[in-house]
């Protein structure tokens, strides 16, 4: 079973309303991040959140991460066509591990 | 700034043939290198990883080799493509911390 996983396959809004995509995690974690990844580009880093944060912001973007429930969400507020993407979360292994695991991905859609 | 190019951007290859992917990190030193496979609509999977010329760790055994020839290039190879082979390539190296920059990638179709 996936380490990082998020909890919705698709999402669709339209444009100026604002969406969050959510993620949960198995084992304890000392960050987490999220990616984006545009129709046949590589994934970009959106934020990174540590495990002694409780939320992160960028932009329009904003990372929460509750450890005893083992989740974390992306909020994005007004968004824009270009917001449509697939959105991951991902973890490292274990502490201190160079492996990242990604989750299954989110594909959000933003209507005009 | 650190800038990372794949080549090809994309392949159309028979079953059976072999297949060599490149990946070049300009502007960083020594850096950490990874490939990913990504499937038609899903996940990204960790294949290889190398943190210095001519070493590379093995995550997943999918009939496909890497190697680091130098210090800026990262190769992935196999002799004998399987269907299964499909997908994206993608190689990224790793920042300060946990976070990894991808390349573009590299669309691989197996016929």
């Known amino acids: 079973s996936q380490l990082a996983e998020e909890n919705s396959w698709a999402l669709s809004v339209h444009e100026g309303e604002s969406v969050t995509v959510n993620c949960s995690y198995k084992t304890s974690i000392t960050a987490l991040q999220w990616y984006r990844q545009k129709s046949g580009k590589g994934p970009a880093q959106l934020i990174l959140i540590r495990s002694n944060e409780r939320e992160k912001r960028n932009g329009r973007l904003r990372a929460t991460l509750d450890t005893s429930s083992q989740s974390s969400s992306l909020s994005i507020t007004a968004t824009r066509c270009e917001d449509t993407a697939v959105y991951f979360c991902?973890?490292?292994?274990?502490?201190?591990?160079?492996?990242?695991?990604f989750g299954s991905g989110t594909q959000l859609t933003v209507m005009p | 700034a650190q800038t990372i190019h794949q080549w090809p951007v994309a392949e159309i290859k028979a079953v059976g043939s072999p297949l060599s992917l490149g990946c070049t990190i300009k502007?960083?030193?020594?850096?950490?290198l990874y490939w990913y496979w990504q499937a038609t609509g899903g996940t990204l999977q960790q294949l290889f990883y190398?943190?210095?010329?001519?070493?590379v760790e093995s995550v997943v055994q999918l009939n496909l080799s890497a190697s680091r020839p130098k210090d800026d290039q990262f190769i992935l190879s196999t002799e004998k493509l399987l269907l299964s082979h499909s997908g994206f390539y993608l190689c990224?190296?790793?920042?300060?911390?946990?976070?990894?920059?991808f390349g573009p990638g590299t669309r691989l179709t197996v016929l």
């Open positions: 190398s943190i210095t010329v001519g070493q």
């Open positions: 991902a973890t490292p292994r274990s502490s201190g591990s160079w492996q990242l695991i």
């Open positions: 990224a190296w790793r920042g300060g911390s946990y976070e990894q920059y």
């Open positions: 502007g960083k030193s020594s850096p950490n």
